[in-house]
């Protein structure tokens, strides 16, 4: 069987589309659609299905993608044991404001060492990067955490990442020379969506200290929830990489509150035995 079929393959299953994944490979899509279809007859399976305008892998695809990820990593690794050489595809999952605001000149100096390489970055929730790594979806995590949530991956923790409460300059927060816990009571939160590690963290600590809070917007991107805390009259929380501009040229303030808890690291999650090619290696070390 053609390898071609198995990456065409990969990218329908990633990316949840033929034409997504057509446009993505170069191909007509028609092209990746006879792919697909050369494909399940040679198992004799069914590897897609439709629910209305969306698809999912079935479970024998679901199956193939997990043999497949493994297939196209041997290949690779095959390919630079022989060629010395740091072409191929780099997988990161992580969250928007790593993505954002941490990863993208590290990403620009990796290609220029490997001009080959292909980095597939991928946001997504923290909990679904772990799953993805430890299916081989995905080369390496890098996320915020201070606890590996996950004792069958291995942890690398590169630094700790500071957490900060933000407000526009004019809000009354602002006039304190120090923000405790209590000034908190009551206040309009713009928060990060629900399944975001610091907004968990948060949350936790002013109801383990019984601080009441309203939650007047819920916005699943850093910059929308900036855009919003600058014309509005609530507080969030960000991570200090995603703010720092703006609190630098004095669009957003930092609010003057300390408390031991608030941080998170900043972590590489990578599994035990995944394979590391040369340009993974040195895309670790960049980072670390």
Not at 44 to 58: A, I, Y
Not at 68 to 81: C, F, G, H, I, R
Not at 112 to 129: F, G, M, S
Not at 140 to 163: F, Y
Request: charged residues 25%; glycine residues 6%.
């Amino acid at each position: 069987m053609d390898l071609t079929y198995l990456l065409t393959f990969r990218e329908v299953a990633l990316r949840q589309s033929f034409t997504r994944a057509a446009e993505e490979l170069g191909y007509a899509q028609s092209s990746v659609t006879t792919q697909i279809q050369k494909l399940e007859k040679a198992y004799n399976v069914q590897l897609f299905e439709r629910f209305g305008k969306s698809m999912r892998l079935t479970s024998a695809g679901e199956e193939l993608l997990r043999i497949t990820v493994q297939m196209l990593n041997l290949y690779q690794e095959s390919k630079e044991k022989l060629s010395k050489q740091g072409g191929g595809t780099l997988s990161i999952g992580t969250i928007d404001s790593i993505a954002s605001y941490f990863l993208p000149p590290f990403i620009q100096q990796i290609r220029k060492q490997y001009p080959e390489l292909h980095v597939r970055l991928q946001p997504d929730r923290e909990d679904y990067i772990l799953t993805k790594v430890k299916e081989g979806e995905l080369d390496i995590g890098v996320i915020l955490e201070n606890k590996p949530a996950d004792s069958a991956l291995t942890w690398l923790t590169m630094r700790e990442e500071p957490l900060v409460l933000i407000a526009k300059p004019e809000h009354p927060l602002t006039l304190l020379d120090e923000v405790r816990l209590e000034h908190l009571n009551d206040a309009e939160w713009i928060m990060p969506e629900e399944s975001c590690n610091y907004r968990i963290m948060l949350e936790k600590l002013l109801k383990r200290n019984r601080i009441s809070y309203g939650v007047g917007l819920e916005l699943g991107n850093p910059e929308a929830v900036k855009r919003c805390v600058m014309s509005g009259s609530g507080i969030s929380i960000l991570p200090q990489m995603a703010a720092i501009d703006e609190i630098r040229r004095g669009e957003l303030s930092m609010l003057p509150f300390v408390h031991p808890d608030f941080h998170l690291n900043l972590q590489l999650v990578i599994h035990p035995r995944k394979w590391i090619s040369y340009a993974l290696r040195d895309f670790m070390e960049l980072i670390s």
